[in-house]
């Protein structure tokens, strides 16, 4: 369906598809270069309420747990409360921060497709219809692709198996066994909560968790960004950054390993009705199956582009596609972290106001225009 008229595309200079971290904050430099939302862009998200992936977080994911949530530009969060979810908290932060700036998102609306247009536009396939647009900004993040890896047995486990992308919080799991999957921090997190709750926890990694003693200083943070940015460079799927910064040592971290609730597994190699089974003949019996193993970038309606390199990631130059100057992917690969979404948002916004203007049009320039819609 097209809400624009029969066959008719609606022309705009730049879609934006995201309202997260990094989809906000492109909008916002957009509006800083003079754009109009509605008139000049448009920012398009699926999900019902503003807060980005945040907002399907566990609620036992409270504000005071997240580490080094970057506030988004032009706007701190301040004096939030760090026993409330951070679905709540982030959330309620976003939905002022489009008030603010007047972003104005159009939600729920969904992205299906993006495909060559005609006079060099490209065309946005939306479930309030097509945009035929001069740029894109691509800010769709992980949250709709959560990975579930594959193993023998699978199919036939008699319990439960979740995923983190749906993990309700602890309290499900009272009395039962759970084995958690994945050497990430949102491992990490669920058995510490879990562990609280349950019969018996076990956790199984791949390799050896490595634990990060030590802050997390600009120059470590430098170093991962760097290690994300060259696999996206030779056009590899990007590994999270978090991935390369190891876990680090909270002190709730240190307890739980001193409880042996972080006493790693090695990684099973099947799955049995009853549990998981390693081939030395190891056998654990198990309720629930809780994969916390990580996400995808969620780009499949990018499909049509043929965007993907032979090593199926997508090759970016900063944030901008070496196969298609006129997309941008903003939160992909060593942007995918608050700070990092902020940069690529900002970095997009600069290299775009180029490509419209012909000029040397860099976000920021504008700043005496710019006034925000409500203060
Ligand atoms: C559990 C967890 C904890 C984290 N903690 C931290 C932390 O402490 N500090 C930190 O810096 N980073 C953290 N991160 C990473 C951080 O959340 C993200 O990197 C950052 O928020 C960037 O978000 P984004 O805008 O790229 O994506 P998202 O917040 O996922 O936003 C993407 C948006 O795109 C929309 N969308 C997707 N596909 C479509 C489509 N086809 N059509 C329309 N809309 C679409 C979605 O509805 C969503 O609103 C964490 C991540 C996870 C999973």
């Known amino acids: 369906m097209n809400n624009f008229g029969v066959g008719a595309a609606r022309e705009v200079d730049v879609v934006v598809i995201g309202a997260g971290q990094a989809g906000l904050s492109g909008a916002y ?6 754009l109009e939302p509605d008139r000049d862009f448009v920012v398009l998200d699926h999900a019902p309420r503003p807060g980005g992936a945040w907002q399907f977080r566990w609620p036992s994911l409270t504000y005071g747990k997240v580490h080094g949530m970057h506030a988004l530009p032009g706007m701190e969060l301040a004096g939030a409360d760090d026993a409330r979810p951070s679905s709540e908290v982030i959330g309620e932060y976003f939905a002022e921060y489009e008030r603010t700036f007047g972003l104005r998102v159009h939600r729920p609306v969904e992205v299906s497709a993006v495909r060559e247009g005609d006079g060099g536009r490209l065309l946005v396939e939306s479930s309030e219809g097509t945009y035929a647009t001069r740029a894109l900004i691509n800010a769709t993040g992980t949250w709709d692709r959560p990975f579930w890896p594959r193993y023998p047995g699978q199919e036939g486990f008699r319990g439960r ?10 309290a499900e799991f009272a009395g039962q066994r759970v084995v958690v999957v994945g050497g990430g921090a949102s491992a990490t997190q669920h058995l510490m909560e879990i562990a609280e709750v349950a019969a018996e926890t076990y956790w199984v990694t791949r390799r050896p968790p490595v ?8 120059e470590l943070g430098r170093a991962a960004v760097a290690m ?4 996206v ?3 590899l799927p990007p590994r999270s950054v978090v991935s390369v910064t190891g876990l680090p040592l909270t002190d709730a971290v240190r307890r739980a390993r001193e409880t042996g609730v972080l006493d790693r597994l090695p990684m099973f190699d099947r799955i049995t009705p009853n549990g998981v089974a390693w081939d030395g003949g190891r056998t654990v019996e198990a309720d629930v199956i809780l994969w916390a193993t990580g996400f995808r970038a969620a780009i499949d309606h990018l499909a049509p582009l043929k965007l993907r390199e032979p090593g199926g990631g997508i090759r ?6 070496v196969r298609d100057a006129r997309i941008h992917l ?3 690969g060593p942007s995918a972290s608050t700070i990092g979404a902020n940069r690529a948002g900002r970095a997009a916004v600069r290299e775009i106001g180029r490509l419209l ?3 040397d049009t860099a976000a920021g320039d504008a700043d005496e225009v710019f006034a925000p819609a409500v203060v």
């Open 316 to 321: 970016v130059e900063g944030t901008r596609a």
């Open 233 to 235: 460079r030779r056009g």
């Open 211 to 218: 634990f990060r003693d030590g802050p997390f200083d600009e």
């Open 357 to 359: 203007k012909g000029a």
């Open 29 to 34: 430099h957009l509006r800083r270069t003079g």
């Open 161 to 170: 198996q979740l995923h983190t992308a749906n993990y309700p919080g602890p």
């Open 228 to 231: 994300v940015e060259e696999r």
């Open 330 to 332: 903003v939160g992909y």
